[in-house]
């Protein structure tokens, strides 16, 4: 109302200078955006590129661009609106995109040629704008708000309506900081790795380490920092060269800067010892009696022997024949 009264005085007194009366009226236009903000509203590029259409649009007459601006007011509300339906936050990643996809679409409208109808043009890329943002508000709330199934996230978010940034803290459903118990075996002699990280943990503000420990049977999530291991920024360790005294309860803290626990996992490891590697036995040879400790005997067989007379038989035979030669030859 306030906007109309204002405007209504500007008109009066530029009546009788019609180009002092185009710039004069123009200028509160520009001037009077309503200070109430939406999601998309509040990234700062969407609002200067909506005060640069209106400014650009000087070539359409007075009464359009009093028309735009009250399109563009009742796009604010819209968006305002519609963000109110899915809670009224959104994240700085989610507000990223729905500006980027906005403005990709309102750059291709300002390279359309002009047209008459300049209202129902305005209508249809402020109309786009909200399908984007809800388009985006539905993905955020269904799986970007809270997203942590369990233990406690301070998730940072925007407030739709004051364009201010708060922490909304998302405690999981069961209310519960206890993310689980896993399984894990290993062989002796190898390694296990050990990590509890969470997809949500990439949502944690400022500093966190994870403290990993020991305990020798199954414990609570609360406790000391007795048979700690390790705390360090890195989600994961590894366990090398396993003993099975080794075996046990292994815990997880995710603790941010300040020490509070966000999120416990616990971990029941389970050494398996290698197999007994039995001797192999060598066969001996048995023992021979003490007659058998002599010599062999040659091999002197029948056969053998008679062999032996056939030769003797023939040595005489050829003796007997040289004589006989020598004899009868002189």
């Not at 640069?52 to 819209?78: G, N």
């Not at 040629?113 to 209508?123: G, K």
């Not at 296990?192 to 403290?211: E, I, S």
Request: glycine share 6%; with cysteine.
């Amino acid at each position: 109302m306030e906007v109309c009264i204002y405007f209504t005085l500007w008109w009066a007194l530029c009546s009788d200078v019609m180009f002092l009366r185009a710039l004069v009226c123009l200028l509160p236009l520009v001037l009077a955006l309503p200070l109430t903000s939406a999601c998309l509203q509040c990234d700062r590029l969407v609002r200067h590129l909506h005060e640069d259409y209106l400014l650009t649009s000087s070539y359409a007459s007075v009464e359009d661009q009093i028309e735009l601006k009250k399109i563009i007011d009742h796009t604010y509300f819209l968006y305002q609106e519609t963000s109110n339906r899915f809670l009224g936050v959104i994240d700085p990643t989610t507000l990223y995109r729905a500006r980027t996809e906005y403005q990709s679409e309102f750059h291709k409208f300002l390279k359309r040629p002009i047209v008459d109808d300049i209202l129902f043009e305005a209508i249809l890329i402020m109309e786009k704008g909200r399908q984007i943002l809800q388009k985006h508000l539905e993905v955020f709330s269904r799986t970007g708000l809270c997203p942590n199934k369990c233990g406690l996230l301070h998730q940072r978010v925007m407030d739709c309506t004051t364009c201010l940034y708060e922490m909304r803290t998302c405690l999981s459903p069961a209310g519960q900081r206890d993310c689980g118990e896993y399984q894990l075996g290993a062989e002796e002699g190898d390694q296990a790795v050990l990590n509890c990280f969470l997809p949500w943990h990439t949502l944690v503000m400022g500093r966190k380490d994870y403290q990993y420990s020991r305990h020798p049977g199954l414990t609570s999530c609360r406790g000391g920092d007795a048979g700690v291991l390790v705390v360090t920024p890195d989600s994961s360790i590894v366990l090398n060269q396993l003993r099975r005294d080794e075996q046990g309860v292994y815990r997880c803290l995710l603790l941010d800067s300040d020490g509070t626990v966000l999120s416990c996992t616990h971990y029941v490891l389970t050494v398996t010892p290698l197999p007994l590697t039995t001797p192999r036995h060598i066969p001996t040879l048995p023992t021979l009696p003490p007659d058998d400790d002599l010599p062999p005997p040659p091999p002197h067989g029948p056969r053998h022997s008679h062999l032996i007379g056939v030769f003797a038989a023939l040595t005489a035979l050829a003796l007997i024949a040289s004589v006989a030669i020598v004899v009868v030859f002189g």
